[in-house]
């Protein structure tokens, strides 16, 4: 099913972006990102907090369009298999559904230090 498909990928994505600070990292003290970016542009010190607020407003509208997006695609391939007859609303509800738990799941494992430890044996 397709829509299982997408919304898996659209929770694997949403929860990766929300876990690792996208959207509310805003909120937060500067980034890793933000303290590079300060320290390759080395302004004076009265425009330090003009920077440092610019980058925490570019990193929580990158991260909220990147949620939307992958809401939007998700949505519109549920809505795609329902419109062109391929499932029927309870195949297609099913099937997101799944693809939740699932992405859910994955993003879980993907996070443990076994899966971590194994990523980082088999690539090397």
């Not at 659209?10 to 990292?25: E, H, I, L, N, S």
């Not at 391939?77 to 738990?101: D, I, K, N, T």
Request: proline share 3%; charged share 10%.
């Amino acid at each position: 099913n397709h829509s299982c498909f997408a919304w898996f990928c659209c929770t694997f994505v949403m929860m990766y972006v929300v876990k690792r600070g996208g959207v509310w990292a805003a909120s937060k003290l500067p980034s890793r990102c933000c303290d590079r970016i300060m320290n390759t542009i080395k302004p004076p010190t009265n425009e330090k907090h003009q920077w440092t607020s610019l980058v925490k407003l570019w990193n929580f509208l990158h991260s909220s369009c990147t949620i939307i997006l992958a809401l939007f695609l998700a949505i519109g391939c549920s809505y795609s298999r329902v419109y062109l007859g391929y499932h029927s609303p309870e195949q297609v509800y099913a099937g997101s559904v799944l693809g939740m738990v699932l992405g859910a799941f994955w993003y879980h494992l993907f996070q443990t230090k076994v899966v971590r430890g194994f990523l980082i044996v088999a690539d090397g």
